[in-house]
């Protein structure tokens, strides 16, 4: 893992992203496109997207993405990264922030005659509104955070691709309005950015040290 350059900047605009959007849906400006684009999203179903859609809902759930980000904290510890390690647990961020926009935006989900979800294995929490999606943000995290670590240009056209099924599928399955899946993206890359610095700059330090001995 060689040295990255510095993310912070970017967090910095994934943060302002996010705060734009909230101030703008609070508002009810994108009320109208967001429906156009969710209809649009919609004017191709089938019976086969339902399934990937529905199947892709539980991919992003916390009880998957937690464990996930877990088991790549304990990879980096016993690479030796030290406190690093701790960087995917940054994922609880996303959380947090998601719940307190979700609780102070008012901004509606889209309503049960748009929905085409049909799985429902485990409960899941009903908020005032659906900006941001956690989905959105959990899995653009873990994305993000394993392709800057990996600096391959493969990983990262299979996270990018991955992050663009995401953004589709929660739109799709009329869970969220457009502007909700783009506001959890950037909430993810603003927690992802600092995450996947941290255990860079641990990398940069250890590398350090192992050419001074």
Request: net charge positive; charged share 10%.
């Amino acid at each position: 893992m060689s040295p990255a350059p510095a993310y912070p900047p970017v967090a910095v605009v994934a943060v302002a992203v996010v705060a734009a959007l909230a101030a703008i849906v609070r508002l009810g400006i994108t009320n109208e496109l967001d429906l156009i684009v969710l209809r649009g999203a919609q004017s191709v179903a089938s019976g086969a997207l339902d399934v990937v859609a529905n199947l892709h809902t539980l991919v992003g759930l916390p009880y998957v993405t937690f464990p996930v980000a877990g088991a790549l904290a304990l990879a980096l510890h016993r690479r030796g990264h030290g406190t690093a390690a701790l960087a995917p647990l940054l994922i609880a961020g996303t959380v947090l922030v998601e719940l307190g926009l979700k609780l102070t935006t008012g901004h509606a989900p889209p309503g049960p005659e748009l929905s085409r979800s049909f799985i429902q294995l485990v409960p899941t929490l009903e908020t005032p509104s659906s900006f941001p999606s956690g989905h959105a943000a959990r899995l653009t995290f873990l994305s993000a955070f394993a392709a800057l670590l990996a600096s391959r240009r493969v990983v990262t056209l299979a996270a990018a691709a991955f992050v663009t099924l995401t953004l589709v599928a929660r739109v799709y399955i009329g869970d969220h309005w457009p502007t909700d899946v783009i506001g959890g993206a950037a909430l993810g890359l603003a927690f992802a950015l600092p995450a996947a610095t941290w255990v860079r700059q641990s990398a940069a330090s250890k590398s350090s040290l192992a050419r001074r001995k």
